[in-house]
């Protein structure tokens, strides 16, 4: 290989190392959004769940409201 192919070579290898680092970064970006959308999702069934158990522990003792 001739030494003038280097630079070409090593400016392309620089450029997909740099479109790599990029994209990885937006796919966690991405990956952490669903998690906490997830998670506040799981919050908020949870807290459903309790004021569904408190509904039932009413209906169950025979005093509602």
């Known amino acids: ?3 003038g192919i280097f630079v070409p070579l090593g400016c392309f290898a620089m450029v997909v190392l ?3 680092i ?3 970064s937006k ?3 991405r990956e952490m959004d669903v998690h906490r959308y997830l998670y506040e999702q ?3 069934h949870q807290r459903k769940m ?3 158990d ?4 009413q209906v169950r003792s025979g005093t509602r409201g």
């Open 50 to 52: 309790k004021e569904l």
């Open 27 to 29: 796919m966690r970006d």
């Open 22 to 24: 990029t994209s990885m």
């Open 18 to 20: 740099i479109v790599a």
């Open 1 to 3: 290989m001739e030494p």
């Open 42 to 44: 799981e919050m908020e």
């Open 54 to 57: 408190i509904q039932l522990a």
